[in-house]
T-cell receptor, first 116, second 111 residues
Framework: GQQLNQSPQSMFIQEGEDVSMNCTSS?????WLWYKQDPGEGPVLLIA?????ELTSNGRLTAQFGITRKDSFLNISASIPSDVGIYFC????????????????FGKGTKLSVKP | DGGITQSPKYLFRKEGQNVTLSCEQN?????MYWYRQDPGQGLRLIYY???????QKGDIAEGYSVSREKKESFPLTVTSAQKNPTAFYLC??????????FGEGSRLTVL
């Protein structure tokens, strides 16, 4: 089946540092989504990407939709303690019939820890 | 405010019991989903529904059942046939612009 490879699995950084994580796949995607999940809570959508090459920012977060449509990255600049959590990517793959059912493929997440 | 409401937040079940998790959305979304989340694993799709009175099995549907009698509601029943039901369950709804929004989750523990 289709899979997303998300890396790194975990990161332990100093407050103020920049963070970068990425997702790759052997499949082509229509859409890339990035989420943040706090312990015991539902994932919150951070950024949605719709076109190859698209670069989108949300505050200190920046994400890009890879040109090949098979990858995406998320950067967090000047990390702060509240950035702690699990970040994961999700992709909406192109399907044979051309449509989309919203059945996303998910990465396994990057656990971010920030040291004050 | 618009959103997805899951209840209960925490649920305990004895072995052999069926339990039902509620999911309600007021976003006017047609498509709704149930996912299971286990530590260290990605989200796994249990069931989804594209429209009222219709639903499809996901990757791990065995031991679960759903209904979609109203657009706003998509309850999930965890039956006694589900051998390892302890997990965090997430309900979501999807916009046709390609965004998936999640509820706050329900944690089920089998005693």
């Amino acid at each position: 089946g289709q899979q997303l490879n998300q890396s790194p699995q975990s990161m332990f950084i100093q407050e103020g540092e920049d963070v970068s994580m990425n997702c790759t796949s052997s499949s082509i995607f229509n859409t890339w989504l990035w989420y943040k999940q706090d312990p015991g809570e539902g994932p919150v959508l951070l950024i949605a990407l719709y076109k190859a090459g698209e670069l989108t920012s949300n505050g200190r977060l920046t994400a890009q939709f890879g040109i090949t449509r098979k990858d995406s990255f998320l950067n967090i600049s000047a990390s702060i303690p509240s950035d702690v959590g699990i970040y994961f990517c999700a992709g909406d793959p192109i399907r044979n019939y051309g449509g989309s059912q919203g059945n996303l493929i998910f990465g396994k997440g990057t656990k971010l820890s920030v040291k004050p | 405010d618009g959103g997805i409401t899951q209840s209960p937040k925490y649920l305990f079940r004895k072995e052999g019991q069926n339990v039902t998790l509620s999911c309600e959305q007021n976003l006017n979304h047609d498509a709704m989903y149930w996912y299971r989340q286990d530590p260290g694993q990605g989200l796994r799709l249990i069931y989804y529904s594209q429209i009222v009175n219709d639903f499809q099995k996901g990757d791990i549907a065995e031991g679960y059942s759903v209904s979609r009698e109203k657009k706003e509601s998509f309850p999930l029943t965890v039956t006694s046939a589900q051998k390892n039901p302890t997990a965090f369950y997430l309900c979501a709804s999807w916009t046709y612009t390609g965004e998936l929004f999640f509820g706050e989750g329900s944690r089920l523990t089998v005693l």
